[in-house]
């Protein structure tokens, strides 16, 4: 009888847990795409040991660490919500196991199941893929490294579960460059897509600024005032060798490599006044885009490389225009906000996220469709700047005063999901490299 009403009990508080991640999950986000969308439901089991020898507790370390990177991974992606895993319920009820039906039940509509084993020096991990509805496995697979590298074993199962649900290539194995200041000097810095692996890789004592990934993730382009005048440099990130691409009088300022990865769109002064100019690779002067008496800046390539939008005062204060890719059909984006900056072009395509100073004076990312309609606020508190999209797409890093003097942060494309990527102050002009 007791048995029973603990039985009972159990299934109350369950269906009780289900309702209330249930309302969690049909809370809506927005999607560039179709508007509005339902993020999908993921759980993800402990990984477990099915090996037949004795592991020690750095193995049963390292199997916790890659079941949390693949958890922080899903739970970062836009399109899904990752549901916890009740280790409260499982103690007090004495289950070693969640069932696909208690996973339904928390309201997981996938579930993903770890397994490792421990050859000599490696971590093999096996995962499998779930609807959990229905139990029937959707996709599987193994990855195999030293497991020293837990970390790129968890990101590189939560790129095959991405990949699995969306068809479309992982982010989790990405890197981003920023500047941070170091004494008096700003230098070019790279991470992981979630800031661990942290590297400093210029050393020039100077100011620089504007990093920019090359389409081949080998090489950082950048704005540095190492001989004076900020000009245009690059950096090998493997080598952290540096190297001035061109020479110009005046200024060369906010440089944006093109899709195909042959030119750079970039702001020159030499003629005394901001115009937008394309470069090729070693600096060399293809074609001047912009003829105006304003402040035309900060160039973004759309994705197919035949328009790009960017910043002007022709109208009295700094707007975002499109025009294209040759310097002809300009047309002016925004009318809302008293001053637009700093745009960038999404992976789709679709949109353009840029710095506007709102109603209350501060400086927020917002966001408009491409034929201008759709105007929305994606941040609401700090001073926010330097938005940059994720390859997929679907995530902007960022910088913001809201917690510091400056650090880095990511949020998804609707504004939501938020998250402070360095927590040293002092950062700022983050890029996201490409999907490797």
Not at 279 to 288: P, S
């Amino acid at each position: 009888m007791q048995t029973r009403l603990l039985l009972t009990l159990f299934l109350i508080i369950l269906i009780s847990i289900s309702t209330a991640h249930s309302q969690d999950v049909r809370e809506f986000r927005i999607d560039t795409v179709s508007g509005v969308f339902e993020p999908t439901p993921v759980g993800v089991d402990q990984m477990k040991y099915i090996g037949n020898r004795y592991i020690t507790s750095e193995d049963s370390t390292f199997m916790e660490y890659v079941t949390l990177i693949v958890q922080r991974d899903l739970d970062f992606y836009a399109d899904f919500e990752l549901i916890p895993l009740d280790t409260f319920y499982l103690r007090t009820y004495e289950i070693s196991d969640l069932s696909f039906f208690g996973w339904q039940r928390l309201g997981a509509k996938y579930l993903l199941r770890l397994e490792a084993e421990f050859p000599g020096k490696n971590l093999r991990a096996y995962w499998r893929l779930y609807h959990a509805p229905t139990q029937r496995e959707i996709s599987s697979g193994k990855i195999e490294y030293n497991s020293g590298y837990w970390r790129e074993i968890g990101h590189d199962i939560a790129n095959e579960v991405v990949h699995t649900l969306t068809g479309e290539q992982g982010i989790f194995r990405t890197k981003v460059a920023y500047i941070k200041k170091i004494g008096q000097a700003k230098e070019v810095f790279v991470s992981d897509y979630d800031g661990n692996h942290e590297r400093q890789i210029t050393e020039t004592g100077t100011i620089n600024l504007s990093p920019i990934f090359a389409p081949n993730e080998e090489v950082i382009y950048f704005t540095s005032y190492l001989d004076g005048d900020p000009q245009l440099y690059r950096v090998v990130v493997e080598t952290s060798e540096v190297s001035k691409v061109g020479s110009f009088k005046g200024i060369v300022a906010a440089p944006a490599i093109s899709p195909d990865g042959d030119k750079i769109a970039c702001v020159l002064s030499k003629d005394g006044n901001s115009e937008i100019y394309v470069l090729d690779l070693e600096g060399n002067i293809i074609k001047r885009l912009t003829r105006n008496g304003s402040i035309d800046s900060a160039p973004s390539w759309s994705p197919d490389g035949q328009s790009i939008a960017f910043s002007s005062s022709r109208t009295g204060v700094p707007q975002i225009y499109t025009m294209d890719a040759d310097g002809l059909n300009v047309k002016r984006l925004t009318y809302q906000g008293s001053y637009n900056d700093s745009p960038i072009w999404s992976e789709r395509g679709d949109r353009v996220t840029f710095v506007s100073r709102t109603r209350r004076g501060r400086f927020d990312l917002a966001s408009i469709r491409t034929d201008g309609t759709d105007y929305r606020i994606l941040t609401e508190v700090g001073m926010n700047e330097n938005p940059h999209f994720a390859p997929d797409g679907k995530h902007i890093i960022f910088a913001s005063s809201r917690l510091s003097e400056g650090d880095i942060y990511t949020m998804d494309l609707s504004g939501r999901n938020q998250r402070r990527l360095t927590r040293s102050g002092n950062c700022s002009n983050p890029s996201w490299g490409p999907i490797r």
